[in-house]
């Protein structure tokens, strides 16, 4: 699946590990949070993050902040906002520096709404929507309300969206 990073395109490192899949011993891997002592207890010092579902509070990763690069986040539907929520935390409350990645149903209109509260990269289900995503990028130069990015927070008004 695609991966962008502030509207462009990025080479994914990471390697997804399913809930019932052997856990390599070497390499960046995302272990699903049932996993997530397995993963820390893998020897030396491979990346490691961990992929959360919407019922996760983010607290109860503050034991293994340390260890993680990335945490993933899950939009389960439009409507469900709580993957907003937990990146927030995880920036502010927890002061994650890591990549919070935005996987299963994102929409590209959300695409600044989840910058703004501190998520990363967004992996895309299709490499057909790319374009649609860096669109949505595009259109908002500026926001009101301050954010966990400061740099894009400066002054007031839209980019005009018009090709």
């Known amino acids: 699946m695609p991966l962008l990073e502030n509207g462009h395109i990025k080479d994914d490192t990471w390697v997804t590990i399913a809930e019932d899949a052997p856990l390599p011993a070497t390499g960046a891997v995302i272990v699903p949070f ?11 010092d ?10 996760v509070d983010a607290a109860l990763l503050r034991p ?15 409507r469900d906002g709580r993957a907003f929520t937990q990146a927030r935390a995880l920036r502010e409350h927890l002061s994650f520096s890591g990549e919070i990645r935005a996987t299963g149903k994102p929409l ?56």
């Open 34 to 44: 049932a996993r997530l002592e397995e993963g820390l207890a893998r020897a030396g």
């Open 64 to 78: 293994a902040l340390p260890r993680l690069g990335l945490v993933a986040v899950t939009f389960t539907t439009f």
């Open 46 to 55: 491979a990346p490691l993050g961990v992929a959360i579902g919407p019922d």
């Open 108 to 163: 590209p209109d959300q695409y600044e709404f989840m910058l703004r509260c501190g998520i990363t990269t967004v992996q895309t289900e299709r490499a057909e929507d790319i374009s649609v995503w860096q669109q949505a990028h595009e259109i908002i130069s500026v926001a009101y309300q301050p954010s966990v990015l400061h740099e894009r927070t400066q002054g007031l008004g839209l980019r005009r969206f018009l090709s």
